[in-house]
T-cell receptor
Framework: SQKIEQNSEALNIQEGKTATLTCNYTNYSPAYLQWYRQDPGRGPVFLLLIRENEKEKRKERLKVTFDTTLKQSLFHITASQPADSATYLC?????????FGTGTKLQVIP | NAGVTQTPKFQVLKTGQSMTLQCAQDMNHEYMSWYRQDPGMGLRLIHYSVGAGITDQGEVPNGYNVSRSTTEDFPLRLLSAAPSQTSVYFCATDRTGGSKEAFFGQGTRLTVV
């Protein structure tokens, strides 16, 4: 089965620092990886998509990478703010099904 | 535009009861899906549909039925609720088979006692 693994431990980071979250996948590379943000009691909200043939994608303070050798995606939030505190989900897709990881909870400390 | 609307937001069922979770979208997306989210398990795909009249099973389909008679609606039916179905359920849509961003509803928190 095609799995997505995210560090289940919460990540605490000081405001202003760069937060880096890791997503590892198994077996073959997916056609794309997605990152979502989820706040308590809410549905996930799409942030970024990166395709297999792309090494890096940026959107404002967000950056995502796709390393097919390491079978890994890194998600960076630069100049982190307390409002960035949430759970971040990684997902793999490419056929008609999308597989999500369990998410990593990020806490940005003022 | 309302986006993706799920009803109800909360529901308590007794074991053995049946119910339907509603999902409606006004985005004219072909692809719709249902997930359940449990602590430590992440989002797991229950059923999905690539268009009206077409549905298929996801990772955890047992105990659930779906149908897709219109583009807008994709109800999820629990035939005989079990405590193991206690979860938060999310409906999602996107334009094509998952290759674009997904839009999620606000979720339905279901408790089966």
């Amino acid at each position: 089965s095609q799995k997505i693994e995210q560090n289940s431990e919460a990540l605490n980071i000081q405001e202003g620092k760069t937060a880096t979250l890791t997503c590892n996948y198994t077996n073959y590379s997916p056609a794309y990886l997605q990152w979502y943000r989820q706040d308590p009691g809410r549905g996930p909200v799409f942030l970024l998509l990166i395709r297999e043939n792309e090494k890096e994608k940026r959107k404002e303070r967000l950056k995502v990478t796709f390393d097919t050798t390491l079978k890994q995606s890194l998600f960076h939030i630069t100049a982190s703010q307390p409002a960035d505190s949430a759970t971040y989900l990684c997902a793999r897709g490419g056929n008609q099904k999308v597989t999500f990881g369990t998410g990593t909870k990020l806490q940005v400390i003022p | 535009n309302a986006g993706v609307t799920q009803t109800p937001k909360f529901q308590v069922l007794k074991t053995g009861q049946s119910m339907t979770l509603q999902c409606a979208q006004d985005m004219n997306h072909e692809y719709m899906s249902w997930y359940r989210q449990d602590p430590g398990m992440g989002l797991r795909l229950i059923h999905y549909s690539v268009g009206a009249g077409i549905t298929d099973q996801g990772e955890v389909p047992n105990g659930y039925n779906v149908s897709r008679s219109t583009t807008e609606d994709f109800p999820l039916r629990l035939l005989s609720a079990a405590p193991s179905q206690t979860s938060v359920y999310f409906c999602a849509t996107d334009r094509t088979g998952g290759s674009k961003e997904a839009f999620f509803g606000q979720g339905t928190r279901l408790t089966v006692v």
